[in-house]
Each structure stands twice: as C-alpha cells, then as structure tokens.
C-alpha cells in the first residue's frame, strides 16, 4: 500500500447504504412520519420488502449483525406472529394504489432459523398482502451448515429465486478462530441441493482480514466461488469492533492480519474473482458476466441500498422486524430494536418505528453524489446538481475536500468529474465522504477504510 494511503486506511467511514447514514437517526421521527410517508407512495410505484430474522443457531464471533441464539424454537415462533401482523400494518399503510413488491429480501441472522412452513407462510403473505410483480425477485440469506432439504424445499415452492450463502472462508484454521465451521463439502453439497430444486442464482458472502487468514486463504476462497459459478460475490474486510460488538472479544487480536495485510488480501481476493471471469462491481462486489448486477452497473443503473449493490430500481423500501429500515422519498424510519417493545407496538396497531431522520433537498443532492460515485467509481458533480434541480455551486465543498484526496492519490479530479483510480477503490468510502455534510467520526460505530 502506498505509504500516503496508510493514514487514510485506519479511518473509521461510514458504509453509505444509505445517506443520511443510521447515525443520523433519532427519535424526532415517529410513527407518524413512518404512516405519511407510506401513505405517500406514487401510484404505480413499486417497492422493495425486506423482512428481517433475527436469529441463528450458534453466533459467528466475527458478525456485527443485529442476531441471537433463540436456544428452542418457541421465541422465533413467538417472533414469527407479530410479524404477519406487521406485514398487515404496512400493507394497510401503504397507498392503496402503489404498483406491488420488485423485491422481496429475507436476511438476518439466518432466516433459515425458521420452520420451512413458517418461511414459506411468511413469504406468501408477503406477497399476497403487497402484490407481487411479475418479475419478482425473492432473494434469501441462507447459513449452508443448518440448510435442511424441506427449507429448500420451501424457498422453491414459495419462489425463490436467489440464495446468498455466508461462506467468508475454507480454511479450516480461520473457521475455528472465528467459530464457524464449515467444510468445503458442506458448500458444494448445498450449491447442488439449491440448484436441483430450481434457484439457479446462489451469492456468496466472502471475508479477508479474520484471524490467521492469509492471502493464499483469500484467493482459495474467490476461486472456489468461482468455480461454484456463484453469480455475485462480495468480499468484506472483518470489522473487529469489540466495544461495539461484544461476541467479537472471543477473536484473538494477536492473530488479527496488519494493514499491509489486509490491503495484500483484498487485492488479491479481487484479483483472483476478476481472473476467474467474474466483473468488478463498486467497492467490493463482483458478478457474472451475465448477471443482473453487472448489466445495471455497464448501464448506469446500479443502485446502493442497505442490502449492499443492487439492480433494484425501488425508491420504497418496507423494513419488517425488529430493527429494520425503511426507506422512503421523505426519510428513513427504524423499527424499535428491543423485540419486546417492538411486539407490543404492532399488537397495539402501530407500525413500530423507533427513529429515524428526515431528508432534505441538500440530503438527497448529496445522496446522488454518493450512490453514483459508489457505484461507478466516478462522479460528475455538474451533472448531479443539474439532476437534483440544485445550484451549479452546491457540492463545491465536497470539490474542495476531494482536492486535498487527490494529492493523496485516492482520487483524481479533471474538471468537475471526480475517479477514483480501481487500485484506490478500497477508499471509494473515503472519497464519498467528502459529500457527506453531516459526518460527525464516530469511531466506535464505522468500519475502518481497509
Ligand atoms: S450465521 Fe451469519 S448472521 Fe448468524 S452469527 Fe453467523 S455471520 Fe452472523
């Protein structure tokens, strides 16, 4: 890594899957916001669901997510009513005359913790209190090591069309460091099983920097995706973040991979995925040469949502469970993350929203700026402001900061059009941030840059 990247590299950034940032979050928003917003949905316009399952058999001591070990099954079945009941909620809230879900997205945790009845129960209602479009796409997260044939089953009868398998490394040292063993087989198994019963698209979920990881264990891992012939691929650096995270106290930091390190793995992980045929997406996402993703990012229509890159065109994004996010035009809306408080709120009938924040024009001007340099490592500033309606002179704060980045050689800026060179493309996060007019360094809560 070149040495004037270093200092950039230790910086805590936000991962801009959305902007304003969760952050930004308070509790000035309230239910009825959440209720105004819903309701202000354009006829026609589709939206995206996404239903959230907090729960996993055994914690991976690396995960940041919001999850638990339900240790039976009676609380996710407790868990599995209210959230019918919040489907209804935000069906009813919804302008009665909206255009039906594009994308319906189960994630977690593992929603593999529920039954294969209570899965496809769920999935169904989704759809059927929304209305489905045609075209479609049900994706689900899925823990290959508690994969039962009925859950596939399930997910084929109810529609399923993407599965995304947490597989973060082979190595068999790396697993025990981080609690989560998983043979190869396992994984090849799995693929086969899904691919048998009809869901032909199968992402996997890739990690660098864990403990004992080397660089050969990265490049094992990309080509085994490719191999599998995944058909996207993302490749994360492991956050260690104990403070925030509490499990994570059981990794080993002596055993934790330095910067150099790290940096020499996400570049070779990348490598090893663009070598095998697989098209470099944004920060760190790849996919087939045919695949949806890749067409929207030659197109020019790759969109950043909290799910990572997408092809989904939703402006609506329904947020269902217990610490969810919603997204509309006017704001984002948080589900109450205590899953008490949260059941009680839908029982009584009210859609559960905790916080959120309000967007405003200079919000969204400075949202576009972000998404588009995100997703296609560049940005014309000019032609955003004219996009958004804004004035020619309204993101000259951020030309300004990016000037600074640029001597760094994180970025090069020729006229108003600022690029990020692909070998400075683990700090597209540090470049967009010279958009955010809200950043306050957190250290605590963000990822560092590499
Ligand atoms: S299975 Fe996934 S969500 Fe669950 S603890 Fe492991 S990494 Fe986290």
């Known amino acids: 890594m070149k040495q004037a990247w270093k200092t950039f590299a230790t910086r805590a950034v936000p991962r801009y899957t ?6 930004d979050f308070t509790p ?34 690396y995960c940041g997510c919001a999850t638990s070990v339900p240790n039976g099954y009676a609380r996710i079945a407790n868990y599995v009513a209210p959230l019918h009941r919040e489907i209804d909620l935000w069906a009813e809230a919804l302008a009665p005359n909206h255009g039906g879900i594009d994308h319906l997205h189960f994630g977690g945790g593992s ?9 496809k129960a769920l999935a169904d209602h989704a759809c059927q209190a929304f209305g489905m479009s045609k075209d479609a796409e049900i994706a689900v997260e899925v823990d290959p ?6 859950f596939v089953d399930a997910m084929a009868a109810a529609g399923v069309s993407r599965v995304s398998f947490g597989v973060q490394t082979l190595a068999p040292k790396v697993q025990e460091a981080v609690g989560r063993i998983q043979p190869r087989e396992l994984l090849v198994d799995g693929i086969r099983r899904l691919r048998a019963a009809g869901i032909q698209a199968v992402n996997m979920d890739l990690m660098y920097g864990l ?29 260690h973040v104990p403070w925030f995270a509490k499990h994570q106290s059981a990794i080993d930091e002596a055993a934790l991979p330095g910067l150099e390190e790290r940096f020499a793995q996400a570049e070779a992980g990348a490598d090893a995925l663009v070598r095998n ?6 920060l760190d996402h790849f996919a087939r040469m045919d695949d949806a993703l890749t067409a929207a990012a030659r197109n020019g229509t790759l969109r950043r949502n909290f799910q990572g890159y997408t092809d989904d065109p939703c402006q609506t994004l329904i947020g269902i ?18 899953r008490r408080v949260w059941q009680e709120s839908i029982e009584n009938g009210n859609l559960p929203a905790e916080r959120g924040v309000v967007v405003n024009d200079d919000d969204r001007l400075r949202a576009r700026a972000i998404e588009k340099l995100m997703c296609q490592l560049w940005v014309d500033v000019d032609a955003v402001c004219r996009e958004m309606g804004a004035s020619p002179d309204a993101l000259a704060d951020a030309l300004e900061t990016a000037r600074f980045l640029q001597s760094a050689g994180l970025c090069q800026i020729t006229g108003h059009v600022i690029t990020v060179p692909a070998e400075a493309r683990l700090f597209l996060r540090t470049v967009a941030q010279c958009f955010d007019g809200r950043y306050k360094p957190v250290e605590a809560r963000h990822a560092k840059a590499v």
């Open 18 to 23: 959305s902007y304003p940032t969760a952050a």
């Open 277 to 282: 045929g697989l098209y470099a997406i944004g």
């Open 28 to 61: 000035a928003v309230t239910e009825c916001d959440a209720r105004a917003w819903a309701r202000s949905v354009a006829p026609g316009e589709r939206v995206s669901v996404y239903i959230h399952v907090p729960f996993c058999e055994k914690l991976c001591f």
């Open 211 to 239: 403990p004992h990881q080397t660089v050969a264990d990265v490049v094992d891992a990309a080509e085994f995706a490719a191999e599998m012939n995944a058909s996207r691929v993302s490749l994360f650096g492991y956050a």
């Open 145 to 150: 090591r508690s994969m039962s044939p009925e």
């Open 321 to 338: 469970g217990a610490t969810s996010i919603s997204q509309f035009r006017e704001g984002y809306v948080q589900n109450f993350k205590d």
């Open 111 to 119: 929603p593999n913790a529920l039954s294969p009845d209570d899965f």
